[in-house]
T-cell receptor
Framework: NAGVTQTPKFQVLKTGQSMTLQCAQD?????MYWYRQDPGMGLRLIYY???????DKGEVPNGYNVSRLNKREFSLRLESAAPSQTSVYFC????????????FGDGTRLSIL | GDSVTQMEGPVTLSEEAFLTINCTYT??????LFWYVQYPGEGLQLLLK?????DKGSNKGFEATYRKETTSFHLEKGSVQVSDSAVYFC????????????FGTGTRLKVLA
């Protein structure tokens, strides 16, 4: 069972470069999320998509854009990377309904020099 | 706003010791509550959940009871193993009006042989 798949697993960028983090889920979930995880700060929500065709900002959206390409895929783009965006990025998905847990990918470890 | 507070870590225990990781929450209505576990280099995995007051979630020897009167969801295990060493996250999702999940900052557990 693939679940939530994130690519790439590791990436090193130079300041000012752009890149897109990919996420795909095979569980037919409606909602998808992007988080960043930094030491001592837990998970912070960047953007989420409650359903196909909608996206909304989370706590820390500045410097990021997202695209819900279809029901399966939700990508995160850094247009001009900054060292402050060095982090581990997690994608998650969930079924509709408040009692449903989230399912997480294994993360993308991104370093910006 | 909604929030989750976890005890600061790291928590260091000897194998077979009793584990408690405290979690308290603030939320309107009747949220669902979750514990996730994160092993090194991996994403978060659902450990257990509870969806209403007095529910007890359990999995792999871990337990947590949804206490509405004390707004708590403490994680317990009677006898920890070295393999339980990980970071544990408490989380909630409000029952309506949002697709967002609120996470605590995580508690690192280290179990010594």
């Amino acid at each position: 069972n693939a679940g939530v798949t994130q690519t790439p697993k590791f990436q090193v960028l130079k300041t000012g470069q752009s890149m897109t983090l990919q996420c795909a889920q095979d569980m037919n979930h409606n909602s998808m999320y992007w988080y960043r995880q930094d030491p001592g700060m837990g998970l912070r929500l960047i953007y989420y998509s409650a359903s196909e065709g909608t996206t909304d900002k989370g706590e820390v959206p500045n410097g990021y854009n997202v695209s819900r390409l279809n029901k399966r895929e939700f990508s995160l783009r850094l247009e001009s990377a900054a060292p402050s965006q060095t982090s581990v990025y997690f994608c998650a998905s969930s079924e509709r309904g408040p009692h449903q847990p989230q399912h997480f990918g294994d993360g993308t470890r991104l370093s910006i020099l | 706003g909604d929030s989750v507070t976890q005890m600061e870590g790291p928590v260091t225990l000897s194998e077979e010791a009793f584990l408690t990781i405290n979690c308290t929450y603030t939320a309107t209505g009747y949220p669902s509550l979750f514990w996730y576990v994160q092993y090194p280099g991996e994403g978060l995995q659902l450990l257990l959940k509870a969806t209403k007051a007095d529910d007890k979630g359990s999995n792999k020897g871990f337990e947590a009871t949804y206490r509405k009167e004390t707004t708590s969801f403490h994680l317990e295990k009677g006898s920890v193993q070295v393999s339980d060493s990980a970071v544990y996250f408490c989380a909630l999702r409000r029952g309506s009006g949002t697709y967002k999940y609120i996470f605590g900052t995580g508690t690192r557990l280290k179990v010594l042989a």
